[in-house]
């Protein structure tokens, strides 16, 4: 198999290649379910007939074994498209408005319509779930779309540029590959949506130029330790929760809180757990894949011989092969580092409280973890705090959890996606009504001279409450509009409206 060559897409071609996008949209094909589904199909068969290309790229851009793809990449991909597939026609179907005696006759409808040409910026990470996840979302909306994946995966991002050509239709579906100055570039035009998947310092670039154009911008994970967890499971899985794509997760637990009396246990299980996954050490296991690129190893490791706290396991490193061992520092002050790695700092605190009091300091996160078999531990973190996302017992998987939105709050990001809400993120609600004329005996009092009457009639529609004493009742102005409403549509369906 061979990968081609990463090329940036020449910065003169970028402008034409959004307006023959935009000329695409326009022809109005996607608004077809068949050709949605259509080309949701040829996205699903991309990712199927090209599985061992992409576990190559993966490989060449971050070492990453096979499996590892296909269980957090290749996986959900999938599973996205075959939801959206079996769901673009329902999704897609108008939704009349809950029913009101003010407004019933006029047909109240929600037309779900695609948002036009929109933009994909996904990080190095995660980048086939992170790329073509959304896209799964964005075609079922019916737009246009442009890809712009990681230029730190150049791999991954010159094979998906010819992938995306052969199997998808190139008037509406594009890759547009390079780096700072490709983006900025891309960020001078107008987008009908930009989702963008990445750390908040881009991010705020983004929405800068966003602003400007008006375009929506769509894209740290704190974990609470109970010492009455199920210690070998909440080790087990928090360290695959950190060391997988080692530590290169968006939502990666980024910090963990543990009661001063029960650090030593914690971390004593913690290094049990990673012995287990890699027994003849990290660096020779081919289950274990590496930091992106020298300048985010230099970073990583810049943390590491900086730290105050004090490394309990790991912290061996190779500049040659960008490894960093998995890595648990002790008695981290609370600070605001991000590392994207394979290091977990653990903070020691008294108890939950102070817990809480170190996470509410921050900006909320795009995650949050709590390990506790205690029903009332687990509901006084998840009621006290707020994040993108609280999971109990696991970390990362909610991710891939069909049903489940994926997306952060305030500064964690805006926008959601994921099954029917990446589907939502990209479609636009238009209102509709069709008003028949008889409706004027019900909503006459609108036109002028106002009279006493008109205003009366008017100050009827208000919304009746309760009254104080709990008991219920119709009012005048309910009894007048169902017997308007009766007579209305019976001229209606004399007229051959009803079911129009």
């Given at each position: ?57 993966l ?65 190095f990470?995660?980048?086939i ?20 994946p ?51 310092r ?10 400007k ?45 543990v ?34 690129s ?152 609108r036109?002028?001279?106002f ?50």
């Open positions: 198999m061979t990968i081609p060559k990463f090329t940036s897409t020449p910065i003169d071609e970028i402008p034409v290649i959004r307006e023959n996008l935009r000329r695409g949209f326009r022809t109005g094909k996607s608004k077809s379910i068949a050709y949605r589904k259509q080309q949701l199909l040829a996205l699903a068969y991309m990712i199927k007939d090209n599985a061992a290309r992409l576990h190559e790229a490989n060449l851009d971050l070492h990453r074994a096979p499996s590892e793809t296909n269980f957090i990449e290749i996986f959900p991909s999938l599973a996205e498209a075959k939801e959206a597939y079996d769901s673009v026609g329902k999704w897609s179907k108008p939704e009349r408005a809950h029913w009101s005696f003010n407004w019933f006759a006029m047909n109240p409808t929600i037309r779900k319509e695609a948002k036009g040409v929109v933009l994909i910026i996904s990080p990470n995660y980048p779930t992170l790329s073509l996840g959304p896209l799964s979302g964005a075609i079922a909306a019916g737009n246009a779309c442009v890809l712009k990681s230029e730190l995966t150049p791999a991954y991002s010159a094979l998906l540029a010819e992938l995306v050509s052969q199997y998808l239709d190139p008037e509406m579906y594009t890759v547009i590959n390079g780096a700072v100055p490709e983006v900025t570039e891309m960020l001078k035009l107008q987008w009908d949506h930009i989702l963008y998947t990445g750390g908040a881009v991010a705020s670039i983004i929405l800068g130029a966003a602003a154009t008006l375009t929506p911008l769509g894209g740290k994970s704190p974990v609470f330790i109970d010492p009455k967890c199920d210690l070998k499971m909440t080790a087990k899985r928090l360290m695959w929760g950190k060391s997988t794509n080692a530590g290169q997760t968006c939502i990666a637990p980024d910090y963990v809180l009661p001063r009396s029960f650090v030593d246990t914690f971390v004593k299980a913690c290094i049990e757990s990673l012995k287990e996954f890699f027994p003849d050490g990290a660096e020779k296991s081919d289950s274990y894949a590496r930091v992106i020298p300048g985010h190893f230099a970073r990583i490791k810049g943390l590491l011989d900086g730290t105050k706290g004090t490394i309990a396991y790991g912290g061996s490193t190779n500049p040659d092969t960008k490894f960093i061992e998995p890595t648990l520092v002790v008695g981290v002050k609370n600070d605001d580092s991000e590392i994207f790695g394979p290091v977990l700092p653990i903070i020691v605190v008294e108890d939950v409280d102070e817990a809480l009091e170190i996470v509410n300091s921050r900006d909320h996160p795009l995650a949050l973890y709590v390990f506790s078999k205690d029903a009332a531990y687990k509901a006084k973190v998840f009621d006290n705090t707020q994040s993108g996302a609280c999971v109990a017992n696991d970390c990362i998987v909610h991710y891939a959890t069909e049903g489940l939105p994926f997306g952060g709050i305030g500064p964690s990001g805006s926008g959601m996606q994921g099954g029917k809400f990446s589907f939502d993120t990209f479609t636009h609600f238009r209102a509709t009504l069709d008003n028949p004329k008889w409706v004027d005996i019900i909503l006459g009092g036109y002028a001279p009279t006493p009457k008109k205003q009366a009639s008017i100050e009827g529609m208000f919304p009746s409450f309760p009254p104080r004493d709990g008991s219920s009742r119709w009012s005048p102005w309910y009894l007048f509009a169902a017997a308007a409403a009766t007579v209305g549509v019976v001229l209606t369906k004399r007229s051959g409206v009803v079911g129009a």
